[in-house]
């Protein structure tokens, strides 16, 4: 049970007219801003300003951190 804890949870993208889950390149470049259609309905998918400027911020937290003493 202790293992549970700690699977890292899959999060997926599903399209708001169909519910059909999107392709992980569609839901990368809808986070990067971009207006992109569903590959099943063709629906056009844009995402709020406020998510896809805290996916901004949040992208490169923690990747190089310049630590010097």
């Known amino acids: ?3 549970l804890g700690s699977i890292e ?3 997926r993208m599903a399209c708001p007219h169909c ?5 992980e390149e569609d839901v990368e470049a809808a986070l990067d801003g971009e207006i992109v259609n569903c590959p099943y309905c063709g629906g056009a998918i844009k995402l709020p300003k406020e998510v896809v400027e ?7 937290v923690g990747v190089s951190l310049d630590i010097t003493c």
């Open 1 to 3: 049970m202790q293992t």
């Open 9 to 11: 949870k899959a999060t």
């Open 19 to 23: 519910n059909q889950l999107l392709r």
């Open 54 to 60: 805290k996916h901004q911020r949040s992208k490169y």
